[in-house]
T-cell receptor, first 112, second 111 residues
Framework: GQQLNQSPQSMFIQEGEDVSMNCTSS?????WLWYKQDPGEGPVLLIA???AGELTSNGRLTAQFGITRKDSFLNISASIPSDVGIYFC????????????WGAGTKLIIKP | EAQVTQNPRYLITVTGKKLTVTCSQN?????MSWYRQDPGLGLRQIYY???????DKGDVPEGYKVSRKEKRNFPLILESPSPNQTSLYFC??????????FGAGTRLSVL
């Protein structure tokens, strides 16, 4: 099945650094979602985006719905140890009610 | 509290021994889905259900069965598990806004 192109695959960063990751698609979407998965847990929604160009923040997290409807990015500012985990993007196509297409995830590791 | 509950959390079994992983949601969602997660491969959809008695194959349905007799429950059945089904499994249900809510996961080992 189709999978979104999510990059980078993994990131090794120092505490306090800013983080940026993105997802691209070959088709246009009407919804972009960003999830975080802590070790041993299920993914949890961070940010939902429903309009092209929309920029939404959730604490230190900021995500944008690309103007072309084919991409989205997630930024984390001033990373802290609890930011460690896997971040997934997901998109919903224009003709889809519920089905999501998923990125393969970005694994965030913070160097001690 | 709104939640998706799956059981068991951990399961070790042997090849060929039928097993069922249960999933229940209390949000009155019509849509439910099963995924498996393997290192480096992200979330791959096994089966999904748009409503009671309506189920459909996802990307990796081979070796799995599902049923949707009630809105809240969506069990995943492995009739004859094999070692390549060793994985981390997630059940999810979706709101009409497209937001999927996940269970805590079931880690399955097939020996």
């Amino acid at each position: 099945g189709q999978q979104l192109n999510q990059s980078p695959q993994s990131m090794f960063i120092q505490e306090g650094e800013d983080v940026s990751m993105n997802c691209t698609s070959s088709s246009i979407f009407n919804t972009w979602l960003w999830y975080k998965q802590d070790p041993g847990e299920g993914p949890v929604l961070l940010i939902a985006l429903y309009k092209a160009g929309e920029l939404t923040s959730n604490g230190r997290l900021t995500a944008q719905f690309g103007i072309t409807r084919k991409d989205s990015f997630l930024n984390i500012s001033a990373s802290i140890p609890s930011d460690v985990g896997i971040y997934f993007c997901a998109g919903r196509g224009m003709d889809s009610n519920y089905q999501l297409i998923w990125g393969a995830g970005t694994k965030l590791i913070i160097k001690p | 509290e709104a939640q998706v509950t799956q059981n068991p959390r951990y399961l070790i079994t042997v090849t060929g021994k039928k097993l069922t992983v249960t999933c229940s949601q209390n949000m009155n969602h019509e849509y439910m889905s099963w995924y498996r997660q393997d290192p480096g491969l992200g979330l791959r959809q096994i089966y999904y259900s748009m409503n009671v008695e309506v189920t459909d194959k996802g990307d990796v349905p081979e070796g799995y069965k599902v049923s949707r007799k009630e809105k809240r429950n969506f069990p995943l059945i492995l009739e004859s598990p094999s070692p390549n089904q060793t994985s981390l499994y997630f059940c999810a249900s979706s709101s009409i806004l497209g937001i999927q809510y996940f269970g805590a996961g079931t880690r399955l080992s097939v020996l």
